[in-house]
């Protein structure tokens, strides 16, 4: 018993975390010879092979074979087809308010007829184009196959009751365009009543289904009881909610419709990356895909109605294997149950004098310490990484094995040193001094670090507050269940959704305190093992669950904010607890706890200090810029450092890069040098003024992808029209406003203001083309341990104009 006493906190941890590992597996795929009605990758790997061996951007030649081949592979299933252009737009946004994007997009829907078919159809969302610079086989070639082999799988199977349309739409990437044309101008829009989108954000790890419409409940019900292994729960479809990030399924939403989001998120490196290529891909991640939304997709086709709209419910999967979902009504009567768990569990201990008020407040403090200590920990190891861009971003996902065992091994130390302390009595100085140098060292990288700083102040309030003296097991286990109680009570109210993290680990722990005060101190051996497995056995479950909402979590929004991790700590501490205190009356076990915390430090830095290589290679652009305006030519680079590749491509002639801002096209510096200049087609330009309307005209060169038009006028413009359709696309009197058009129209695109009074405008037209130019000497290859980005090994055309004019006079009535 005394060995289990000494080890199990740490026997628990490593089950726990083995379980959740197990839970975030991917399933094996199902070879192309499965069963008619099941999902199978293998099959679906075909088309993702197809589709994905080249990056295919909207408005590329490679997006032309793609659709081609959709076109083919729709058609022979036999679906109803059509391809829908249309002009999808995205508005300018808060972070960028004077810019917009447009593309002429060609939707591709094909529909597989229902029973009924003016019942509200079932509509089964993916995109097909990528960005520059990736082949796109995860985002969303994934989802195009996906959804090709759910229209076979329906096909094999009886007729749905209702339509179900297959829109694969084009301009995802460069906003949403593709799902804007459809959802704000296509009449085939009225005809849907449910919405099952497919994306992808990284080409591994298990599926999730992370956002719903508002009133979702019977839809997640539905989803809950047809799912195979399903994925889900609602903190991650509240927090997503009120994100800036968006999908084709936003579009959806706004319309009003109910619906199912699914992605996958693991290994980023490859998310808009030449890495995300079918090889690549987890098939494992794709057949978790697909057993999802198969059962999903048929279940709503099949019923004689659509889910009608009904409460929200609190919901998540148990490790994968089955997704619970309650109103918020029984959210609360967890919290009821919880709360008098510990109501029993105080009072037993009080008037057992196991325990006294004091040291309850001093427990509270100490739970606090814990917290307070375990994100400054992780805070700093942010801060200290320092991804400050996006190419630092990159490298590290290159590092996201190490970083995520570091962080939760850094963690682990840290929390168990908190505890050791509160057991033992004792350490406010040396943790106050530690406190105060890892809150200011948060101000080491970035600038001033407030929230670094305050948790330094707060470790050093707490510590004075909680230790000095030994807190008994209950009082310091009665604090932290006081402390989640009052954290869930306070979600529950605001974000009910977001509740489940708390209320189940919580329930789980105040069960093991009401447990070990009823019937711990018994004499009688067996009885003793007994409780001391069922303690052990919660503590499991506990850091099980947790760990693989955890490790979720942080493959999400972890790298830039490691302390995400230290919510999923703190939770399963109070579980842990009990365990931890046995522990801490073992004399070597401060010295397991810092060996824990020097270990986590150690994969962190060794993380933050590592380099690329050939499997994990980090980001490089360099691209030719044919400025025609000024007769120059220059090679760039938009990365904030250099590598010795794209060093070597700007040193063209024994040039230096320099680091400059290139207005209108860079307004930020850049890495440029000069280079030869070459021919290259020019792009018509026009500006004039008829009546008092301004009208900007620019004609793209044949295999131009994007179009872009940046003008700066001398005073405010109104009434704006793209191609005579009224747009919004603010102006501001000396401020560049900017429309990108994505697969612009051979005959041109014009753009159109009134302006009564005088003035002057500057106008710029940026084209982007594919490769470099004719003549370019020889670029070198790129080595294994780099990958391009944005618009790497394209070729940048800039031409300008000016058009001053006087003010408009109306003619007199003759």
């Not at 004091?358 to 190891?381: D, P, Q, T, Y």
């Not at 040396?430 to 600038?447: D, E, F, K, P």
């Not at 073992?586 to 499997?615: E, K």
Request: hydrophobic share 50%.
């Amino acid at each position: 018993m005394k060995t289990i006493r000494l080890l199990g906190v740490w026997v628990c941890l490593l089950l726990g975390l083995a379980i959740a590992n197990l839970a975030l597996r991917t399933p094996p795929p199902l070879p192309a010879n499965a069963p008619a009605d099941q999902f199978s990758a293998g099959r679906a790997m075909a088309d993702v092979r197809a589709i994905g061996r080249k990056p295919h951007p909207i408005g590329s030649n490679e997006i032309v074979r793609v659709r081609d081949h959709l076109l083919s592979r729709v058609n022979g299933l036999g679906l109803e087809v059509l391809v829908r252009p249309g002009e999808g737009v995205r508005e300018a946004a808060k972070w960028s308010p004077r810019s917009v994007a447009v593309g002429a997009v060609q939707n591709i829907v094909a529909t597989l007829p229902g029973a009924d078919r003016d019942a509200p159809a079932v509509l089964v969302m993916s995109h097909y184009d990528t960005v520059h610079n990736s082949p796109g086989a995860a985002d969303d070639s994934a989802g195009v196959a996906a959804a090709l082999e759910i229209a076979r799988a329906l096909k094999a199977g009886p007729t749905p009751a209702r339509d179900v349309i297959f829109l694969f739409t084009d301009g995802e990437e460069p906003g949403l365009l593709g799902a804007e044309a459809f959802f704000a101008r296509d009449p085939l829009r009225e005809h849907v009543g449910v919405v099952v989108n497919m994306e992808a954000r990284g080409d591994a790890g298990r599926a999730a289904m992370f956002q719903t419409g508002s009133d979702s409940g019977d839809l997640v019900r539905l989803y809950a009881g047809a799912a195979h292994q399903p994925t889900a729960n609602s903190l991650a479809a509240a927090v997503y909610a009120r994100m800036p990030n968006d999908t084709d399924f936003t579009h959806a939403l706004r319309k009003g419709l109910p619906g199912l989001n699914f992605a996958f998120i693991d290994d980023q490196l490859a998310y808009h990356t030449p890495l995300a290529t079918p090889e690549h891909l987890n098939q494992g991640s794709l057949q978790n895909l697909g057993d999802q939304a198969l059962p999903a997709v048929r279940a709503l086709a099949m019923g004689a109605a659509l889910p009608s709209k009904s409460s929200d419910l609190i919901y998540s999967d148990v490790l994968a294997r089955v997704l619970v979902a309650y109103p918020v009504n029984v959210g609360w009567a967890i919290l009821a149950a919880a709360g008098v768990l510990i109501l029993f569990t105080g009072f037993r201990a009080l008037r057992g004098k196991a325990v006294n008020f004091v040291e309850i407040l001093r427990g509270i403090a100490g739970f606090l310490l814990l917290s307070a200590g375990a994100i400054l920990a992780l805070h700093l190891a942010g801060r200290l990484i320092g991804i400050v861009d996006q190419q630092r971003y990159y490298a590290m996902l290159g590092q996201f094995n190490l970083l995520l065992p570091g962080a939760g091994i850094l963690l682990i130390g840290v929390c168990l040193t908190t505890l050791i302390l509160q057991a033992r009595g004792g350490g406010r100085i040396w943790i106050s001094l530690v406190g105060l140098a890892a809150g200011g060292a948060c101000s080491l990288v970035g600038g001033f670090d407030p929230i670094g700083l305050g948790l330094g102040v707060a470790v050093v309030v707490l510590a004075w507050l909680s230790l000095g003296k030994g807190v008994g097991v209950f009082g310091a286990w009665l604090g932290a269940l006081l402390v989640v109680l009052g954290l869930a009570v306070t979600v529950q109210a605001l974000l009910p959704g977001g509740s489940v993290m708390l209320a189940w680990p919580l329930l789980a722990a105040s069960l093991a305190a009401a447990l070990v005060m009823a019937v711990g101190g018994t004499r009688d051996r067996r009885v003793a093992w007994v409780l001391t497995l069922a303690v052990a056995l919660i503590a499991i479950a506990v850091v099980a669950q947790l760990g693989a909402w955890g490790a979720w979590t942080f493959a999400g929004v972890g790298l830039q904010e490691p302390a995400v991790l230290a919510a999923f700590a703190i939770l399963a501490a109070p579980a842990l607890l009990p365990l931890a205190f046995d522990f801490a009356a073992y004399r070597w076990a401060p010295v397991f706890a810092g060996v824990a915390v020097a270990a986590g430090i150690g994969l962190l830095a060794y993380a933050g200090l590592g380099d690329g290589g050939p499997a994990r290679p980090q980001l490089a652009e360099a691209s030719h810029l044919a400025d025609l305006s000024t007769g120059t030519a220059w090679r760039v680079s938009p990365q904030p450092r250099l590598d010795p590749w794209s060093r070597v491509v700007l040193s063209d002639n024994d040039a230096k890069p320099v680091r400059q801002a290139y207005p209108p096209l860079y307004r930020e510096p850049v890495w440029m040098a000069p280079t030869a200049v070459l021919p290259v087609e020019r792009p018509v330009l026009s500006i004039d003024r008829a009546g008092d309307r301004l009208l900007v005209r620019a004609v793209p060169t044949a295999g131009a992808e994007v179009l872009t038009l940046r003008l700066r006028p001398s005073i405010d413009l109104s009434q704006p029209r793209l191609n005579g359709r009224p747009i919004a696309l603010p102006t501001q009197a000396g401020e560049w406003t900017s429309l990108s058009y994505h697969a612009p129209d051979p005959n041109g695109v014009t753009l159109s203001f009134t302006a009564r009074p005088a003035g002057k405008v500057d106008v710029a037209v940026i084209e982007i083309r594919d490769g470099w130019p004719r003549g370019v000497s020889a670029i070198p290859a790129k080595p294994a341990g780099l990958m391009g980005s944005g618009y790497s090994d394209k070729t940048i055309v800039l031409d300008r104009g000016a058009l001053s004019w006087p003010a408009y006079v109306e003619a007199a009535p003759e």
